[in-house]
């Protein structure tokens, strides 16, 4: 039996053993784990994350999943379940056939548009829902620690919800951190690292870059952060933003203001970047201004 099942009905008499027995589809392996798609004989789709290499006992991990239960946001996606034993953990969520925003941007999608009102109304509803994380669960020590595009997922209607938070926090991406993976994993773990949430901070401005380029975080060798950052300096910016985007009428001075929000969020020095509460408030103040001018558009 699952160790704990959480609050959901969906999943109220499924079994370990059906879980290991249901048909299982790859869809994705990491360094810190694989990620499946299972379909049961009812016909219910969920999806399985397999973590491997979390140096963590059973009751914190136990504790950590509750907490994570007991914060809920709409733009969050809840673990339906865990099991936890000394060989292996696993989430267990409900799949999202949408795929991500990774996906979105940079899959190969013929004549699918992703226009800059929907950008900007992605990143202020995934900012808003960091917020929210981090203020429930700050005491607790608990980050995503590994928030990026492939991450966001897009539910029936295409609302983004965060995917994965709190699993682990070993690859934070964070070039200017002076703790190494395992030290940042366990400091966390015991709830006494802050730093944690400034590593959120930066990969939610990495994703602020996608969504402004359109371009990979890593292409042929080259990083997305140290690209812009030599765009910037060039002073050519407005060769940062992605050309679809621009086709479609939209403001480049809100593009450049939300350029400018993406650069604080992935300063070199983490103390240096802004709060998460700092980055709802500034996002909003543009989503605001974008709203206004559709609405005064003769």
């Not at 034993?85 to 409900?94: D, R, T, W």
């Not at 109304?121 to 928030?147: Q, S």
């Not at 595009?149 to 295409?158: C, P, R, V, Y």
């Amino acid at each position: 039996m699952f160790s704990v099942v959480l609050t959901s009905p969906i999943i109220s008499d499924l079994k370990f053993e059906d879980l290991l027995s249901a048909p299982a589809e790859l869809l994705g392996r990491g360094k810190h784990g694989t990620l499946y798609r299972v379909i049961f004989e009812n016909g219910m789709v969920l999806a399985v994350k397999r973590i491997k290499g979390w140096m963590i006992s059973t009751d914190e991990f136990k504790h950590r999943m509750q907490r994570l239960d007991q914060a809920k946001h709409l733009n969050v996606l809840p673990a339906l379940a865990f099991y936890c034993s000394i060989h292996e953990k696993l989430l267990v969520y409900e799949y999202q056939p949408n795929g991500s925003l990774f996906t979105l941007l940079h899959g190969k999608q013929p004549g699918r548009k992703f226009e800059w009102a929907s950008r900007l109304k992605i990143a202020a509803k995934i900012a808003e829902a960091l917020a929210y994380m981090h203020r429930e669960l700050y005491v607790d020590g608990i980050p995503h620690g590994n928030l990026k595009s492939t991450n966001i997922l897009l539910k029936n209607n295409m609302e983004p919800c965060i995917s994965e938070y709190g699993l682990m926090a070993m690859d934070p991406q964070d070039p200017s951190s002076s703790l190494n993976g395992l030290n940042l994993m366990q400091q966390q773990t015991k709830g006494t690292s802050t730093n944690g949430f400034k590593v959120d901070i930066y990969g939610f401005g990495v994703i602020l870059l996608e969504l402004l380029t359109g371009k990979l975080v890593q292409n042929d060798g080259i990083d997305l952060t140290s690209w812009v950052h030599s765009v910037v300096r060039e002073e050519w910016t407005v060769e940062v933003f992605d050309k679809s985007i621009i086709s479609d009428g939209a403001s480049e001075e809100r593009m450049l203001n939300l350029l400018q929000v993406a650069i604080k969020c992935v300063n070199q020095a983490p103390e240096s970047r802004p709060s998460i509460s700092q980055v709802v408030s500034m996002i909003n103040t543009i989503k605001e201004e974008d709203d206004k001018s559709l609405v005064y558009e003769p």
